[in-house]
């Protein structure tokens, strides 16, 4: 099986990065952060869990595994939905001028938001397609994972180097590449996503037209924008789950 210690690097090491970055400006102030915002740590934190738990159950508990994938069908909308309204939440710091850290990066983080969200879906959804092959689908699943690298790393306490985040990962994507070539494609894709986003961020994300149009974000209800991301998100996923094969077993005449 591949990546066998996966689960391992992912509770060992990119779980207390997550708990180190987040704790300032997420986790002290639990009580005081919006419900846009505990929407997108709880399913972020969860989707993190999921990936780590379906790397060990496919080592050790493969019934667990293949049950614990039915989630993907629920998680994935949820967790859309929950990117979209923190989204909607920095827009609105942003377009208020409300929070220093936001007024300045706010829809420059947007931006890379929206990639990011649409990129796990579509790798959510590439990782179903290739569910009989291991080491591809395996390989789109951790993926996504390496997704959230770069905004962990950016608030991390470590030294102001630009685009350390994306750096970060890049690297780490292509050393996954290099391990595993043949099935190595998600990673190369994480890799030109990281260096899309280092050059979005300077880019289009830093234009005044994304800027009024980030900032009308905050025109549209909650409740639509939250719809609308689980409804695409859904559009996606649900296609690829194999409903009609098992249909079509069930239908089957006995004998």
Same mark, same amino acid.
């Given at each position: ?9 992912? !509770? ?14 997420? $986790? ?7 419900? @846009?915002?505990? @929407? =997108? ?17 496919? =080592? @050790? ?18 967790? %859309? ?12 710091? $942003?377009?208020?001028?409300? +929070?220093? $850290? ?16 649409? %990129? ?16 591809? =689908? ?8 390496? !997704? ?27 050393? !996954? ?5 043949? +099935? ?13 986003? @280092?050059?979005? $961020? ?28 689980? !409804? ?24």
């Amino acid at each position: 099986m591949p990546y066998r210690h996966a689960h391992y690097v992912i !509770l060992l090491v990119l779980v207390p990065a997550i708990a180190v970055a987040f704790t300032p400006h997420y $986790f002290y102030d639990l009580p005081g952060a919006s419900v @846009a915002f505990h @929407a =997108h740590g709880l399913t972020a934190s969860l989707w993190v869990l999921l990936v780590m738990a379906q790397s060990w159950t496919a =080592h @050790a508990r493969f019934a667990l595994h293949k049950a614990l994938a039915r989630s993907v069908l629920v998680l994935v909308p949820l967790f %859309a939905a929950g990117g979209a309204l923190a989204m909607q939440s920095m827009a609105t710091k $942003f377009a208020t001028k409300s +929070d220093p $850290f936001y007024a300045m990066l706010g829809a420059r983080l947007g931006l890379d938001d929206v990639v990011a969200t649409i %990129a796990l879906v579509l790798m959510v959804r590439a990782a179903i397609v290739h569910r009989r092959r291991m080491g591809l =689908h395996a390989a789109y699943m951790l993926s996504t994972v390496l !997704l959230v690298l770069s905004p962990v790393i950016e608030r991390l306490p470590l030294p102001r180097v630009p685009h350390l985040g994306e750096i970060v990962t890049l690297v780490i994507a292509l050393a !996954l590449y290099a391990m595993r070539r043949r +099935d190595g494609l998600p990673f190369l894709i994480v890799a030109a996503l990281s260096v899309e986003r @280092a050059v979005q $961020f300077e880019t289009v994300a830093a234009t005044d037209a994304w800027a009024r149009l980030f900032s009308r974000l905050t025109e549209v209800p909650s409740i639509v924008v939250a719809l609308l991301a689980m !409804l695409a998100a859904v559009a996606v996923i649900w296609p690829a789950w194999p409903w009609k094969r098992r249909v079509a077993a069930r239908s089957l005449p006995a004998g």
